[in-house]
């Protein structure tokens, strides 16, 4: 299990365009700026190619946003005619490597980027794209082999530290290295937050008195980022914080009310650690109703269902788990125990 957390996460992000919450914008000013959207974008990119048709640069441009707009197919038109145009761009190589991973085409992907590497063997980015690659494909010495020449290029590289980390991670379960590459990157960039992620769990597991806090820290430092306040609040219910971990949770469903993952983990807190079976049966409720199929919070209704003497109930529940999951065996062994309740 500690094995799992530690690498839990890992490659969330390959390839993938920064899809990081960003701050909400200052609403001091008097006459803030219309915002813009990707469609507005995409027409007023589309607009500009009427007039110059010719130009590479306009179809990469609306690729990039098509692409944002999870239109992959139009991207994949326009990255096409942008190499027809530029046979030789690299940016235009590095946005096709990243539609080729959200097409799961991973033989496309490492053919693109060697292309982008023959294009410009002096630029860090695509060397790290293949490093990251190699990591996914479990061809651990290719990816170290990608990412030290990555940083032969230049030693300033968060994202090459990162990957750096995480091959350590995944390869050798070499903690001491992975921290050292993730502290790298995060000092190199202190807007990255996939480093600060990685120590935090690192810490959580193997030095749990800096683990609280190096988490609080990492909170305050990314308020805007739901995840570091999810990761404190995590570490806090397991460690006789339950009231302070509940406190977070609501300020992350402040920003994201249908967030299923946060109202079973209230359920959770409130079942197991503050042992108010009311309240819990109210959030694991709530979780079902935004995703009915989400087997864990089913499960858990059951158990809170049992533990008020509702046993009929909880019966049904832990039978329609195991008509979705049948080898769950807490299931399993809660339908027994159930059922020999009833017989006593």
């Given at each position: 299990m500690k094995k799992n957390i530690l690498f839990l996460g890992l490659l969330l992000a390959l390839?993938?365009?920064?899809?990081?919450?960003?701050?909400?914008?200052?609403?001091?000013t008097k006459e803030p700026a219309a915002t813009i959207t990707v469609n507005d974008a995409i027409q007023l990119i589309s607009d500009s190619i009427v007039m110059d048709s010719t130009n590479a640069d306009l179809y990469l441009h609306r690729a990039k946003a098509y692409f944002a707009n999870e239109q992959v197919g139009q991207a994949m038109v326009d990255i096409n005619k942008a190499l027809q145009l530029n046979p030789n761009n690299l940016?235009?190589?590095?946005?096709?490597?990243?539609?080729?991973?959200?097409?799961?085409?991973?033989?496309?992907?490492?053919?693109?980027l060697n292309k982008a590497v023959e294009i410009n063997s002096l630029d860090a980015r695509p060397l790290v794209k293949l490093a990251e690659l190699?990591?996914?494909?479990?061809?651990?010495?290719?990816?170290?082999?990608?990412?030290?020449?990555?940083?032969?290029?230049?030693?300033?590289n968060p994202k090459a530290y990162f990957v750096k980390g995480m091959c350590y991670m995944a390869s050798k379960q070499d903690t001491v290295n992975a921290l050292k590459n993730f502290q790298l990157a995060?000092?190199?960039?202190d807007s990255f937050y996939d480093p600060v992620e990685q120590i935090s769990r690192i810490y959580a597991v193997q030095q749990p008195p800096y683990a609280m806090d190096y988490l609080r820290k990492a909170q305050q430092q990314?308020?805007?980022?739901?995840?570091?306040?999810?990761?404190?609040?995590?570490?806090?219910?397991?460690?006789?914080?339950?009231?302070?971990?509940l406190a977070h949770y609501d300020t992350i469903l402040m920003k994201y009310p249908y967030n299923y993952i946060v109202l079973f983990n209230k359920g959770y807190v409130n079942y197991v650690y503050l042992m108010d079976n009311e309240a819990a049966l109210e959030y694991f409720n709530r979780a079902l109703t935004i995703n009915p199929a989400y087997i864990d919070a089913k499960y858990n209704k059951g158990r809170v269902l049992e533990q008020m003497g509702d046993y009929s109930q909880a019966t049904e529940i832990?039978?329609?788990?195991?008509?979705?999951q049948p080898d769950y065996k807490l299931a399993v062994d809660a339908l027994n125990r159930v059922q020999?309740?009833?017989k006593e």
């Open positions: 390839f993938a365009c920064d899809n990081t919450p960003k701050p909400e914008p200052d609403n001091t940016e235009t190589y590095l946005l096709l490597a990243d539609v080729y991973y959200a097409l799961g085409d991973q033989d496309n992907i490492a053919s693109t190699n990591l996914l494909q479990q061809n651990f010495n290719l990816a170290f082999a990608y990412v030290d020449k990555a940083l032969g290029l230049s030693t300033y995060a000092e190199q960039d990314f308020p805007d980022i739901p995840t570091p306040r999810y990761e404190l609040a995590m570490y806090l219910q397991s460690h006789g914080e339950p009231e302070e971990a832990y039978k329609d788990v195991l008509k979705t020999n309740q009833e």
